[in-house]
DNA sequence: GTGGAACACCTTTTT
DNA sequence: GGTGTTCCAC
């Protein structure tokens, strides 16, 4: 870290990596397959143009998708240069254009103490204009009314524009209405943090002239995940220099649903014909196999850049497929892969495992969960989303900017204050009337004969309470001791610890989360204002905060895309759930671009690996409540056949016939033959002979309904005391309502005990859910 | 005005 | 199966 480097060691990087960086003015387009050595490639890039040409890094702008990358470039700048480059401009795109927006408000046209409504604001937003306009509902949802509105301002279409296109006015009407609110509260969503940049940029010569001077170089990362007016502002500032390098992989395009277009980097030299191509196609990352498997699947499809992925790196073992009996069996799969590469010297955190759904995530947590491996789910609800966190950054927001309806609207009754619906009803009502945010409704609602004078009353309470935050703000000027002050008045706090339960206990620990994280804010940024805590808070993801752990990581393959682990098994390959139903169903013309997208996601999910691939489908599936039955993806078939090697589950052919795998006895599960030769040899690793595997309890109904987590996964042996390891009086943890102590052991299957949990409840659970505290 | 029960929903989600 | 939303009884 403290190394200080004055002379770039050029030797680490291979021939075309080093054309990238040293390629001084004009357009660059580079492809970068998987594990090419992006990242390495373009922060030698920017190293490159400040040391070596003596471009101030000031004048430089690297563009990314996401935080985490952002930091990691300055990281990895910091150790490459000298002084480190503190004033290089890195961020994302939102980040980057909230920071302009800001610094060039007037000229944008925007309030400079702006709120961003992030999608849940958004859709709130959207939900009570739909209601007003007595839009219906089942034509109408928010969501179909929010993605058209974000796609308009994705491809850099203004809602004058849109309007005047012929399509379905009550859309247009609810766009217009949109517009205006968000004006009214002092407001942007996400997409406008961009839009408004372009569509100010387009009118406004002199901003043009001004954000064209700010930068000599521009760098952007993840090209293939850009949209129409990104595209177009990369290229509004570029167009003086034109010094815009863009790096990218087609292959590796898997936001085509947010607005992105992979075109944008595919025809790049359309654009800037005089644009420089350079293919980083050396893999670093996986072995010969793996790499082998993802060229077979990606080369399918149609439109992309030709190349090929190669690697120098070892042949490593054979891609392996299991054929699950159900998802537990696949999850029981993974168990067993995880504590094998444990065994072989593997940490709990180089092993990954990568699905399509979030809601395939919980039969796997469940099987960690008792065989007690440490695991982290990587995104699902985002910390920042939870309603706890988000009451609280909306007193802030409303602190911030009182017209901020949204926010307004969700804290003036909560905690409760007796504020209710009709309160509430009325004052939108007025507020509309009158053209102006709820909060200058709320002034005169005091004495607005509508309001009762209980809810008059009510009201004046919570004006009071706004009122005396505002005066706190003003004089403390520091989120923390703000935020502090928020849950001291609203008494959120005491209300939450009054309601005893653990899903309380959950709340106030996010709380304290939170403050955590402000506190944290304070001590890293300069000035720590209110207005930046908030900026930041709504531009961060749940990806961002992640602290690294040894566990076992479980994620979607969207969220595995730029990491990379040792062991990856990619459960679920399974038509109509990757590729998922939405995207392989139907005889629209879009579906050879949804398949492949899929095809594309499949990809990244394969070359996360580093020296092991596993890949799974179950023949069976619980999904939402019901039972499904489940052919094989098509993405095996795919791959040539003697690239992977198959195992089949034991459940499977058990029922039907006397061996271990009914090798092509069953035509709807046959659909890859199995060699004679390696299918006993697979078997090697079957459930047969699994020594190192946790002992499978002989179920009287293989393949049959199983009776219960508890009794698939506990291995009763070595629990010698029964009910796994359990006893009157021990002190245990359950995920979901807390720590607690053992009452009692009951009898039964799955094993349960009787549980006190701190705070009151007393509960029958399942054994296997408990852990020791 | 509140809280619980019934109901509808459900892909992925860089910001 | 889990969650967010709506509606109805108190």
């Known amino acids: 870290m403290s190394k200080v480097r004055v002379v770039l060691d050029y030797s680490v990087l291979n021939k075309p990596q080093r054309a990238a960086v040293e390629h001084h003015d004009g357009p660059l387009v580079i492809f970068a397959g998987a594990g090419s050595g992006k990242t390495l490639a373009i922060t030698y890039r920017i190293a490159h143009l400040v040391q070596a040409c ?36 890195v961020g994302t795109f939102h980040a980057t254009c909230a920071k302009l927006l800001r610094r060039f408000s007037e000229a944008c046209g925007v309030r400079k103490g702006f709120v961003i409504y992030d999608e849940l604001d958004q859709r709130a937003l959207i939900a009570r204009i739909a209601r007003d306009l007595d839009a219906d509902e089942k034509v109408y949802p928010p969501k179909r009314l929010a993605w058209m509105i974000n796609r308009a301002k994705q491809e850099g279409i203004s809602c004058e524009e849109f309007v005047a296109k012929k399509g379905e006015p009550m859309i247009a009407r609810v766009y217009t209405e949109y517009e205006q609110r968000l004006a009214q509260a002092g407001a942007l969503d996400f997409d406008d943090l961009i839009y408004r940049l372009v569509a100010a940029l387009r009118t406004n010569p002199t901003l043009r002239h001004d954000l064209q001077q700010c930068w000599d170089h521009v760098l952007v990362d993840e090209f293939q995940d850009t949209n129409a007016v990104q595209f177009q502002l990369v290229r509004d500032i570029c167009q003086g220099h034109r010094n815009l390098c863009v790096v990218g992989d087609d292959d590796q395009s898997i936001y085509r649903w947010r607005g992105a277009d992979y075109r944008n980097i595919l025809d790049f030299q359309r654009h800037f014909s005089d644009a420089k191509l350079i293919k980083l196609e050396q893999n670093y990352r996986s072995t010969k196999r793996i790499i082998s498997v993802a060229n077979a699947l990606v080369g399918r499809n149609i439109e992309r850049q030709k190349k090929r992925l190669w690697t120098d790196n070892e042949e490593g073992q054979s891609v392996t497929l299991y054929c699950c009996a159900d998802g537990r069996d696949e999850a029981l799969r993974f168990v067993n892969l995880v504590l094998e590469a444990l065994a072989q010297g593997s940490k709990r955190s180089e092993v990954a495992l990568l699905y399509r759904t979030h809601a395939q995530s919980r039969v796997f947590e469940e099987a960690l969960r008792a065989a007690n491996l440490p695991y982290r789910v990587v995104g699902g609800i985002r910390f920042y989303d939870r309603a706890e966190v988000k009451d609280l950054l909306a007193y802030l927001r409303v602190l911030q900017n009182p017209d901020d309806d949204v926010s307004l609207l969700r804290i003036i009754n909560t905690p409760t204050r007796g504020i209710g619906k009709t309160t509430i009803d ?123 752990q040894d566990a076992v ?9 730029g990491l990379e682990f040792p062991t990856v098994m990619v459960a679920g390959l399974e038509e109509g759930l990757f590729p998922h139903i939405r995207n392989s169903g139907g005889l629209e013309e879009r579906d050879d671009k949804a398949i492949e997208e899929e095809r594309r996601l499949a990809y990244v999910a394969f070359t996360r690996a580093k020296r092991q691939l596993f890949l799974s489908h179950a023949r069976q599936r619980y999904l939402y409540g019901d039972e499904l039955s489940c052919v094989p993806s098509r993405f095996l078939d795919e791959i040539p056949s003697d690239e992977l090697k198959i195992v089949k589950s034991a459940y499977l052919s058990a029922p039907r016939s006397n061996g271990y795998h009914g090798e092509g006895g069953e035509e709807d599960f046959a659909y890859r033959r199995v060699s004679s030769t390696g299918g006993r040899d697979r078997l090697a690793h079957g459930y047969g002979s699994g020594r190192a595997q946790p002992r499978q309890r002989p179920s009287a109904s293989p393949g049959g309904t199983p009776t219960g987590i508890g009794d698939s996964y506990v291995d009763r042996s070595e629990s010698s005391e029964g009910s796994g390891g359990m006893r009157p009086g021990a002190h245990v943890s359950h995920p979901k309502f807390g720590v607690g102590q053992v009452k009692e052991i009951l009898a039964g299957d799955p094993p349960r005990v009787l549980v006190k949990f701190s705070g009151g409840p007393v509960k029958t659970v399942i054994t296997s859910f408990l852990k020791p505290a």
């Open 54 to 89: 003596g471009v101030p890094a000031r004048r430089i702008l690297a563009v990314t998708f996401t935080n985490k990358a952002a930091k990691e470039m300055r990281e990895r700048l910091d150790r490459l240069l000298p002084y480190g480059a503190p004033d290089l401009w």
């Open 426 to 548: 009325r004052l939108l009502e007025a507020a509309a009337r009158a053209g102006q945010s709820v909060w200058n409704t709320l002034g005169q609602a005091e004495s607005d004969p509508a309001h009762g004078a209980a809810a008059q009353k009510k009201l004046a309470g919570f004006l009071e309470l706004i009122a005396g935050l505002q005066q706190k703000a003003a004089a403390l000027a520091k989120p923390a001791a703000l935020i502090e002050s928020v849950l001291e008045q609203t008494e959120y706090v005491e209300l939450l610890r009054a309601e005893n339960t653990a899903e309380a206990d959950a709340k106030l620990e996010n709380i304290r989360e939170l403050v955590g994280s402000v506190r944290e804010f304070e001590r890293t940024t300069e000035p720590p204002t209110l207005e930046s805590f908030l900026e930041t808070v709504t531009l961060q993801t749940d990806q961002d905060r992640m602290q690294e």
């Open 553 to 561: 990581a479980l994620m979607t393959v969207h969220a595995a895309k």
